[in-house]
């Protein structure tokens, strides 16, 4: 069987991207763990959103009850801003209302409550919401905190907030 020039340079073209892609671990970006401790006023803030926020990427965490937190994903190395926020009054009155054997997480506790708050009708009207940290930190356009991420990770991104 008789092959032209001209197709053999196509196909061997055609496999030339995966040649430069392979499995896609030597194009992906490096990405680092982001770990540390989130207090305000010297006490642990247990229970406040993480978010590190970027022109490329996003990373997410909760504080535990010792104020510490995890990104549930590495990051992209680079410059962040960074939101830190707790409200008061959304998981807890929800998860009141639902057996937590139903496999619902806070995020999902909270979208109840605010129907729940929306739709007074579907039960008792929780009440209305609470921010617990200045918005100096908790507002994605005033936040003041910043964060480098370094290639190799960061295991002390800690952030000692004030309430006044």
Known sequence: MYVSNSVKVGVCLSLLPLTFT??????TA???EVKGIVSMDGQPLAGAEVKLISDKSTGFARTDDTGQFQLVQAVPPGNYRVVISK????ANQAQ?????EQGLDAGQLDAIAM??????????????PKELVPASFSD???TQLTLEVPKGGLPNADFKLSSR
């Open 115 to 128: 129907t729940r708050r929306a739709n007074p009708q579907m039960g008792v009207a929780p009440a209305k």
């Open 22 to 27: 392979g499995c896609g671990s030597s194009v």
């Open 96 to 100: 009141q209302a639902l057996p937590a």
């Open 87 to 90: 409200i008061e009054g959304l």
């Open 140 to 142: 994605m356009q005033l």
């Open 30 to 32: 490096a990405r680092s």
